[in-house]
C-alpha cells in the first residue's frame, strides 16, 4: 500500500512538471509567432517606403538637397535618417561628415534640418493636406551645413540613409 501511495505521488509529480515546462513551451512559441508577425508587419510597411534625392545646391558652406516620396507611404521619421558628406573641403583635403539632424536655426556645423516640406520636386507651393508629415508624391527641402566648407569647383556626394534600410546617393 505505501508502494502505491509513492508511486502515485511520483506518477503525479512527473505529470505535473511536464504539463507545467508544456505550458511555458506553448506560450514561448506563442510570444515567437507574435514577434515574427510582427516583423513581417514592419517589413513590408517599410517596403512601402521609397526616397530618393533629385537635385542640389551649393550656397557657401551650406548645400540644399531635395528628397522625393516616390513611395506608398507617408513617413514622418526625417530625424531618423542619416546623411553622409563626401566633399574635398577647401583646403584640398577629402573629408567624410556625418550630419546629424538637428531642428535648430540657425543650423550648427555638420547638422542638418528640413528647411520645408512641398506638394512637388518643384517647390512650387508647401504642402497643405496633413502638413508636418512626408506624404507620397511630395517633395522635402533639406539643408545642411559643411565645415569645413566644399572647395569651389569640386563635387562632392550626399548619401541618405532611411529608418528602413533603405539608401539613395546625389552629388552636389
Do not use: C
Not at 138 to 157: I, Q, V
Amino acid at each position: 500500500m505505501g508502494i502505491l501511495i509513492a508511486v502515485m505521488i511520483i506518477v503525479t509529480s512527473v505529470t505535473l512538471g511536464f504539463s507545467m515546462v508544456s505550458q511555458h513551451a506553448v506560450g514561448q512559441a506563442a510570444q515567437l509567432s507574435d514577434a515574427w508577425k510582427a516583423m513581417q508587419l514592419r517589413a513590408r510597411d517599410a517596403e512601402r517606403i521609397e526616397l530618393s534625392l533629385t537635385t542640389s545646391a551649393r550656397d557657401g558652406s551650406f548645400v540644399n538637397v531635395t528628397v522625393a516620396n516616390t513611395g506608398e507611404r507617408p513617413t514622418t521619421g526625417m530625424s531618423g535618417w542619416d546623411l553622409v558628406a563626401r566633399y574635398t573641403a577647401a583646403d584640398d583635403s577629402w573629408r567624410v561628415a556625418y550630419l546629424t539632424f538637428s531642428t535648430s536655426s540657425p543650423l550648427a556645423d555638420n547638422t542638418w534640418g528640413v528647411s520645408g516640406l512641398y506638394t512637388s520636386t518643384s517647390l512650387a507651393s508647401a504642402e497643405i493636406f496633413q502638413p508636418g508629415i512626408f506624404d507620397p508624391g511630395e517633395a522635402l527641402r533639406a539643408r545642411f551645413k559643411l565645415n569645413p566648407a566644399a572647395k569651389a569647383g569640386t563635387t562632392g556626394a550626399i548619401t541618405l540613409g532611411g529608418d528602413n534600410g533603405l539608401s539613395t546617393s546625389l552629388g552636389f
